[in-house]
T-cell receptor, first 115, second 109 residues
């Protein structure tokens, strides 16, 4: 049973470009969460999605960041016009039930470097 | 807003010694908590999940306790091994996970 799959594992972008990070949850999981880990900082919640719905995006920056979890295919975290401050590790997690009851399983992360 | 504190920030012990990692939180309205392990450059591995109605969970050499009244959780690792060297994170689930900054453990052979 494959775990949470994230790709790419490493991504380099120049300032002003777009970054797209993909996450395939564990089989049977319909809840997806994105977290960001800045260098020397802890993990911060960004967004919580269920299939086709954004449940909570209170941790997402208001501009340039968006997330989706379509009916078919992986969840996508999209960062437009990247800046150096976006350099971080972005982790995706999934759970079978909602966050308030289920165990969360994390992927290996996507490490974004903005030049 | 949930605040999560992990003490100590770093810990170095000789192999075979027992480890005690502490985690405190400010809001007792939690659903559950998870302890994770993170190796450098890697993702998070779930170690233990404790539901709010439980007081502890055990898995092999690992034991985690939860005391909601005092706002604390403790992770015990018995008979530490060099392979236990990693950063350990606690996360409280008050609908979405709030993470502590972690305790970085080094077990010396």
């Amino acid at each position: 049973n494959a775990g949470v799959m994230q790709n790419p594992r490493h991504l380099v972008r120049r300032r002003g470009q777009e970054a797209r990070l993909r996450c395939s949850p564990m089989k049977g999981h319909s809840h997806v969460y994105w977290y960001r880990q800045l260098p020397e900082e802890g993990l911060k919640f960004m967004v919580y999605l269920q299939k086709e719905n954004i449940i909570d995006e209170s941790g997402m920056p208001k501009e340039r960041f968006s997330a989706e979890f379509p009916k078919e295919g992986p969840s996508i975290l999209r960062i437009q016009q990247v800046v150096r401050g976006d350099s971080a590790a972005y982790f995706c997690a999934s759970s079978q039930t909602g966050a308030n009851t289920g165990e969360l399983f994390f992927g290996e992360g996507s490490r974004l470097t903005v030049l | 807003k949930q605040e999560v504190t992990q003490i100590p920030a770093a810990l170095s012990v000789p192999e075979g010694e027992n480890l005690v990692l502490n985690c405190s939180f400010t809001d007792s309205a939690i659903y559950n908590l998870q302890w994770f392990r993170q190796d450098p450059g890697k993702g998070l591995t779930s170690l233990l999940l404790i539901q709010s109605s439980q007081r502890e969970q055990t898995s092999g050499r690992l034991n985690a306790s939860l005391d909601k009244s005092s706002g604390r959780s403790t992770l015990y690792i018995a008979a530490s091994q060099p392979g236990d060297s990693a950063t350990y994170l606690c996360a409280f689930n008050d609908y979405k996970l709030s993470f502590g900054a972690g305790t970085t453990v080094t077990v010396r052979a």
